[in-house]
């Protein structure tokens, strides 16, 4: 890849040369420096990754020439959901976007500014870092939809939809996990909604607007932001609306009068995050839908239905798949306990695109115009 070169370094099990990341990796940075006009704001990147993260997840931070993303705890590389790993890291080389020549993102005991424009710093981050994987051909088209179908069942689930708005949910971004996944979830459709438009008017691709507040150029304000969009656009609507208002977010009829189709479906799931310690599984995290069953961070679990449970995979395969509850033994301290757990139901939307949908070609002259 030209102007941008990459050092990997793996803290874990497995040997990243035998992996899929040398040959797909310098694709997924190229699609982001081809969103960002061809510009690699530093020439030097030493990726590091770190199999330490304990829920399950992973995540990352760009720091000064690095971008260093944490791993599930303990888990071979070999097995690290690569989409995920590959999500994560155009996500925070995309954060980079906008920074001055020799600025660096350091690390800082103070509180992190700009709560009230996360569903744009994060949000419109996460639907690019799908869109450099779309377009490096590292995500099918029908990953790319589904991830936005993703987003759009996770705002409808948040518990003010449609009685706040994303800005009023983003000014709580960093003090309630609700909040925050609205933010990060709304934000993402919102920039689809605005790339969307931003077609339609033939004044796209989004990323052309997005050179006047690039997403890592900080602080990020509201006004300038929406002057922009004006200056670009002509009209501070929709965005204004879809930002300021608490009115439901127009993403399924849009996807309609683009040609796609959307499928509801129920889908049973259990939103815990767990971790394989020395005293057992773990609880790592818990969703709004388990927390209301009585599971508390730190439960081990010991066994499900009377069997003996080690992993995440065997307790899940434990639990009944349409809801019904199971007896699950917990170590809680130094007491034991019985819970019954379930699977909790919720609407998922599922979004595909066939014959003469605009969303069939969405990557197809995508980068940025002025993309080297």
């Known amino acids: 890849m030209r102007g941008l070169v990459l050092e990997v370094a793996w803290f874990g099990e497995g040997d990243v040369a035998r992996s899929a990341l040398p040959e797909v990796l310098p694709r997924v940075f190229g699609g982001a420096v081809g969103l960002m006009g061809g510009r690699a704001p530093v020439s030097r990147y030493a990726v590091l990754l770190r199999p330490d993260y304990p829920s399950g997840m992973t995540q990352g931070t760009p720091r000064e020439g690095s971008i260093q993303v944490h791993t599930p705890r303990e ?35 103070e509180p992190e500014l700009g709560g009230e424009m996360r569903w744009f710093i994060e949000g419109f981050v996460h639907y690019l870092a799908q869109l450099a994987l779309l377009e490096s051909g590292a995500q099918e088209l029908s990953v790319f ?4 179908g993703q987003a759009y069942a996770s705002v409808s689930r948040h518990p003010l939809y449609g009685q706040e708005s994303l800005a009023q949910a ?25 790339d969307l438009e931003l077609r339609a008017r033939g004044q796209g691709p989004l990323a052309r607007f997005l050179d006047q507040v690039p997403p890592g150029r900080l602080p990020v304000e509201w006004g300038s932001w929406l002057a922009a969009w ?12 879809w930002v300021q208002t608490a009115s439901p977010l127009p993403f399924l009829d849009r996807v309609r009068r683009a040609g796609g189709e959307v499928r509801e479906r129920e889908r049973w799931v259990f939103d815990a995050g767990f971790d394989v310690r020395l005293e057992g599984l773990t609880v790592a995290s818990i969703g709004p839908l388990v927390g209301a069953q009585g599971l508390v961070r730190g439960d081990v679990v010991v066994s499900v239905n009377g069997r003996a449970i080690s992993s995440a995979e065997a307790f899940l395969r434990e639990l009944d798949p349409t809801g019904k509850p199971s007896t699950v033994q917990l170590r809680r301290g130094s007491e034991l306990l019985e819970r019954p757990l379930h699977r909790a139901s919720r609407k998922e939307y599922e979004v595909s695109a066939s014959g003469g949908s605009v969303l069939r070609h969405w990557s197809l002259g995508y980068s940025h115009p002025g993309g080297g």
């Open 75 to 109: 888990v071979p590389l070999e097995r690290v959901h690569q989409g995920a790993l590959l999500s994560t890291l155009a996500h925070e080389y995309l954060h980079t976007w906008g920074r001055e020549a020799g600025a660096e993102l350091r690390v800082s005991s």
């Open 145 to 148: 939809l589904s991830t936005l």
């Open 170 to 194: 983003s000014a709580r971004f960093f003090d309630d996990p609700a909040a925050r996944e609205f933010s990060y979830s709304g934000g993402m459709v919102v920039a689809f909604l605005c």
């Open 230 to 241: 004006t200056r670009h656009t002509g009209s501070p609507e929709p965005v204004a609306s």
